[in-house]
């Protein structure tokens, strides 16, 4: 429909290089036949014109709308070209790119015949009407190339828009045209879209744009536009918007029914890391299939969150807790906690940091997961007794921190999508490096949570690449961390209907000092809970009978647990499950399966969630 258009459209991106550019704007620039695409503007024009309007592009790609003319010969006849720069906003509201649009004001004679079968061609391919209003009586001057469009014969819209409403479906009727006499409309143009009944009675999705033009007095002195048929791209949005939520829906599912199992190896396999002696007790192949077992588990069930927190992130509820963090503490103990990671490869990590004492706000476990990944991508792309290289400095109000490696490069092609959902460059038959493509796709997205950018710069295949990430400065000063509570040796109660969970938890908390008992489903839990008032329940919420928010809500109306500190173990681990997981009375949540160590430090520190 566009290369049909006499108007001269492209796209830029913020970069001001051109990604999308119409028939009638490359046939301007024979010079490069026709091949402006990846080009920068400063390419198609000469110095004098993009120094007098690079302004004007600057000023739109920050989000505000320019307009500006400009003469040029050609044909031999001097043109007048009034330039629309008008920014394309993301969903988040921040402009991702510009569209310009170039129109002839004055023509020659063989611009002008041009135009003119351009403009037949647009109407005769039924995709494209025109309309236009007399806003003294709000009703059509003309609709006939809407009554072509929609397949109906000539006077059926009779140039009436009541006419038109009466073929919108009902559900779309009260926002199509409005009063477009009489609107005040936000701007000069507004964009619909709606869906209207064909002459064959299919119901089909058109794009209504609108512009209306000022007299002296302010007022609307005309008002015209364009409707297109865009069946087929907006059936494709809702296809694709269809197939992402199913998508997010069994992956939610798969991993919160993979959880249990794993759960339960975890917490077995733990018990063997609290207690040395009695790994000694046992043989060399014995001690081999625990850490074989142990590894593989944590692989698993690292990777199940990976795929839970993409169903969060894709549906906007990953949860973020805020928190002032000294960023140069968190840096130390992402890298502390990184050294089994780079030590498999006998690798080493050089890190060094210059932060000043900066603080940020965010959510400490989150970046933790962020730089983690980054290391974990490093270590797994470079060469056994390699360096990886952690540097951190202050760049005017942000705090840049860069993850170098010399391992396996990233091909030029695929730099720009490796922040992409599942994306991954093409691996050999052994599928070496492994992965579901989700790690990177997390990273950015906890970082454009917390404010900042991260971007990769790589020179191929002949290796390294450096990431980076930037977050804002909440301030300069940072008071001393508080001391970790001390280990309680509170009653415990443990309710999980899982077996193999319920034996090794407990185990592994008894290990650790707790007294715990152990119920397999709700009732029994309602009915001998109260009698042993202990300090700490950990309650699964999946039990049979009654589930674990009938257990909380039974449990929370007796006297004798009115200082009891209840947390709820569950795969689900959504932000509205979340919410109505702690408003029927749970003090916390953790999302199966628990790491043990931080489980002990929320029952130690009765944190509220």
């Not at 536009?225 to 939610?252: H, V």
């Not at 309710?495 to 193999?500: A, P």
Request: with cysteine; glycine share 8%; aromatic share 8%.
């Amino acid at each position: 429909m566009l290369d049909s258009s006499p108007v001269r459209v492209s796209f830029l991106g913020p970069d001001l290089t051109i990604r999308f550019a119409n028939q009638a704007y490359r046939e301007s620039h024979p010079e490069v036949r026709g091949a402006v695409i990846g080009k920068h503007i400063r390419e198609l024009y000469n110095a004098d014109f993009f120094e007098s309007y690079v302004d004007h592009f600057i000023e739109a790609a920050s989000g505000n709308r320019q307009e500006f003319s400009v003469s040029q010969k050609e044909d031999g006849a001097t043109s007048v070209f009034r330039t629309e720069l008008v920014p394309n906003l993301a969903a988040d509201g921040t402009p991702d790119g510009i569209f310009v649009y170039c129109t002839v004001l004055t023509k020659s004679k063989k611009q002008r015949h041009r135009a003119d079968w351009n403009f037949d061609l647009a109407l005769k391919s039924h995709l494209i009407a025109f309309w236009e209003l007399d806003t003294s009586r709000d009703d059509w001057i003309f609709a006939e190339h809407i009554e072509g469009l929609l397949g109906l014969s000539e006077g059926d819209l009779d140039n009436s828009i009541e006419c038109l409403l009466r073929r919108v479906h009902p559900e779309d009727r009260g926002h199509v045209l409005y009063d477009c006499g009489a609107v005040e409309l936000q701007g000069a143009s507004y964009v619909n879209e709606f869906r209207c009944r064909t002459a064959t009675g299919e119901y089909r999705w058109f794009r209504l744009i609108g512009n209306r033009e000022l007299n002296n007095d302010g007022e609307t002195s005309s008002l015209a536009g364009t409707i297109a048929d865009i069946n087929d791209l907006k059936n494709a949005e809702i296809l694709a918007a269809d197939r992402l939520k199913y998508r997010d829906s069994f992956l939610s599912m798969l991993s919160h029914e993979l959880r249990n199992p794993v759960a339960g190896i975890q917490y077995a396999i733990d018990i063997f890391g609290d207690h040395s002696d009695m790994s000694e007790t046992l043989s060399p192949q014995f001690r081999t299939s625990v850490g074989i077992i142990r590894r593989q588990t944590t692989v698993i069930s690292r990777l199940l969150n990976d795929l839970l927190n993409v169903s969060r992130v894709s549906q906007n509820q990953i949860l973020f807790e805020e928190e002032t963090i000294c960023y140069a503490e968190l840096l130390n103990e992402v890298v502390e906690s990184a050294e089994s990671i780079y030590a498999k490869k006998n690798q080493s990590l050089k890190f060094s940091c210059d932060t000043k004492k900066a603080t940020i706000r965010g959510d400490r476990v989150r970046l933790t997961q962020a730089f983690m990944n980054l290391i974990d991508n490093a270590c797994k792309f470079s060469a056994h007794d390699s360096a990886i290289k952690i540097g951190c400095a202050i760049v005017g109000d942000m705090v840049v921190t860069s993850v170098c490696d010399s391992g396996q490069g990233i091909a030029p092609d695929s730099v720009g999508n490796v922040f992409d959902l599942f994306f991954q460059e093409e691996q050999p038959l052994d599928r070496k490096a492994g992965g579901l493509g989700v790690g990177l796709y997390l990273v950015k997205k906890i970082v454009d949570a917390h404010r900042g950018t991260v971007s990769v710069v790589s020179p191929g295949e002949i290796g390294g690449c450096e990431f980076e990430i930037r977050l804002p400065i909440e301030s300069t000063n940072v008071s001393d961390s508080a001391p970790l509570p001390k280990k309680s040796e509170d009653s415990l109660v443990l309710v999980e209907n899982n077996e193999d969970s319920r034996l090794a938890l407990s185990m592994a908390l008894q290990s650790r000092g707790f007294d715990v008992t152990t119920f397999e489903d709700g009732q029994s839990a309602v009915d001998n809970i109260p009698r042993l008032a202990p300090k700490i329940v950990l309650v699964d919420i999946g039990l049979p009978g009654k589930d674990g928010i009938e257990v909380i809500r039974a449990l929370r109306h007796a006297e004798s647990l009115n200082d009891t500190f209840f947390v709820a173990l569950t795969g689900y681990g959504q932000k509205h499950e979340r919410e109505m997981i702690l408003s029927a009375g749970f003090d916390n949540h953790l999302v199966k399966p628990v790491d043990i160590a931080e489980l002990c430090s929320i029952i130690n520190g009765r944190s509220i969630a």
